[in-house]
């Protein structure tokens, strides 16, 4: 038996706030910032997720209800830093297994959730171009970004 003393637990509370709950729908994706091209085109992205929260509802492309990012070079308080998150990928098309080690930064965007799926699809499809776009605008274009959507369920 052992001799180790069983932890107090405290007594329950009634609490008198009930909990609202809300869906939504969160984005998550990584994206290359290794070079100044890469940061320029984050940059731009942050800001445009920006606006779209700002702008007016009937005018905003897409309905981002928030975001948050891990830090990258450039944003405060990294001016001249490292990126938080490194990438490692291992590329496979030319017979061989090249490992591959990037900078990266993480976005998590939350959306709301429809009922129509289709329309949460359409957004993702065009904040994908948007991103895909911003890359181009900046000469550094990406053969592939992976974003991934989950169902969320918030206790407010």
């Known amino acids: 038996m052992s001799k180790r003393k069983k932890p107090k637990i405290p007594e329950a509370i009634e609490i008198t706030i009930p909990a609202r709950l809300e869906r939504r729908v969160r984005v998550t994706f990584f994206l290359v910032v290794n070079r100044k091209e890469h940061l320029l085109t984050v940059d731009h992205i942050r800001d445009y997720l920006k606006v779209q929260y700002l702008e007016d509802e009937n005018t905003r492309e897409l309905p981002v209800t928030g975001f948050t990012h891990s830090l990258f070079p450039g944003a405060p308080p990294l001016p001249a830093g490292?990126?938080?998150?490194?990438?490692?990928?291992?590329d496979t098309r030319e017979g061989e297994k090249v490992l591959h080690i990037?900078?990266?930064?993480?976005?998590l965007i939350d959306f709301p959730a429809y009922a129509q799926e289709w329309e949460t699809d359409r957004n993702i499809t065009l904040l994908k171009t948007r991103i895909f776009e911003f890359y181009e605008m900046f000469q550094s274009p990406q053969e592939e970004i992976w974003i991934v959507k989950q169902d969320i369920y918030r206790y407010a």
């Open 82 to 90: 490292e990126a938080v998150f490194a990438g490692y990928w291992w």
């Open 102 to 107: 990037e900078k990266t930064t993480l976005f």
